[in-house]
């Protein structure tokens, strides 16, 4: 098959077009900007220019997204995320392709209570910001299109060439002996590693019964912040204390950051405590992937010891 890939040069949309190219696919890989360096093997094409051309292809697996991430603007993911998923949807209706796979996010369910989990697809969006806003939007686009369509809603995703994610930071202050868990650190998180999202992603590209379907796509299971971080702090070879401040204390701690970030203390350098970044380790989340399982017949399959490892290594950690 033909595959076209948007936001080839990210962290997903690399893993996407490594994946799709492995398996013999025909790959176009789009980008924004300069073109990459290095890759891999693809017809690289920029964006701007292929979105404006017709050549036919039978899938487009649409990644490009302006990412979560401390100092976006606000209204800026709307504007990129909404844009962007209208102009490549366009762009492959024109084309004729025979299916449009949307990378969307488990931030479109927001975070429910404690008491309504686990979360699955049944749930009504219920994003908590503007880049979940913008993921629901997105998902409204394509469902409402006359082609067929799959949407893919991943956790939080990591592995090796990730440099501005949850892990790989949790990853740097662990091995500088400078991260604190959240009180016990009770709460549960649920992951995905960048090569089974990629494997799955492009599984449900290229199979019929995946046509109309959106799933979420994380590990089986959640696992519980603190074990998390004591498995990452023996990989790196850090020191972390067992039981960290109360929630409430961090929360106000992260108050002040963020103040002094608004009197320029950090020097456009990211403050090592936001609000968003305690909700992200302390708020208590958990979905189910028995719709993925229904549909693709699999699950990720690197474990966190494997996939920990392999980060740590690309990091220069382990």
């Known amino acids: 098959m033909k595959i076209a890939v948007t936001g080839a040069t990210g962290f997903i949309g690399k893993a996407l077009v490594r994946e799709a190219g492995s398996r013999g696919h025909e790959v176009v890989a789009l980008y924004r900007g300069?073109?990459?360096?290095?890759?891999?093997?693809?017809?690289?094409?920029?964006?701007?220019t292929w979105l404006e051309a017709s050549e036919h292809v039978d899938v487009v697996v649409h990644a490009a997204a302006?990412?979560?991430?401390?100092?976006?603007?606000?209204?800026?993911?709307?504007?990129?995320?909404?844009?962007?998923?209208r102009r490549a949807l366009r762009r492959a209706t024109r084309g004729e392709a025979e299916r449009f796979v949307l990378i969307s996010s488990i931030a479109v369910y927001g975070w429910p209570g404690r008491d309504r989990l686990?979360?699955?697809?049944?749930?009504?969006?219920d994003p908590v910001g503007p880049y979940g806003q913008s993921k629901v939007a997105a998902e409204a686009l394509v469902m409402n299109a006359a082609m067929p369509w799959t949407i893919v809603q991943p956790s939080i995703t990591y592995g090796p060439d990730d440099t501005n994610g949850m892990i790989d930071k949790m990853m740097r202050m662990i091995a500088r002996h400078s991260f604190v868990i959240p009180g016990l650190?009770?709460?549960?998180?649920?992951?995905v590693y960048i090569d089974d999202l990629a494997r799955i992603t492009v599984d449900?590209?290229?199979?019929?019964?995946?046509?109309?379907?959106?799933?979420i796509c994380t590990y089986g299971s959640p696992i519980r912040v603190r074990d998390l971080v004591l498995r990452i702090a023996r990989v790196v070879g850090g020191r972390v204390a067992p039981v960290g401040p109360p929630t409430a204390l961090l929360d106000v701690a992260a108050r002040g950051f963020e103040a002094l970030e608004r009197l320029g203390a950090f020097s456009g350098r990211e403050p090592p405590l936001t609000?968003?970044?305690?909700?992200?380790?302390?708020?208590d989340r958990a979905y189910r992937i028995d719709h993925m399982r229904r549909l693709l017949g699999t699950e990720p399959q690197v474990d966190y010891g494997e996939g920990l490892l392999r980060t740590a290594r690309a990091l220069n950690l382990a």
Do not use: C, M
Not at 68 to 83: F, L, S
């Open 275 to 283: 609000r968003e970044k305690l909700a992200t380790i302390s708020v």
């Open 204 to 215: 449900a590209a290229t199979v019929a019964r995946a046509a109309r379907a959106r799933f």
């Open 34 to 48: 300069s073109p990459p360096a290095s890759g891999p093997a693809a017809r690289w094409e920029e964006l701007e």
């Open 118 to 125: 686990p979360i699955d697809e049944s749930f009504p969006p």
């Open 185 to 191: 650190g009770r709460s549960r998180v649920q992951l």
């Open 66 to 85: 302006l990412r979560h991430r401390h100092g976006v603007r606000n209204a800026d993911y709307g504007r990129v995320n909404e844009e962007l998923a």
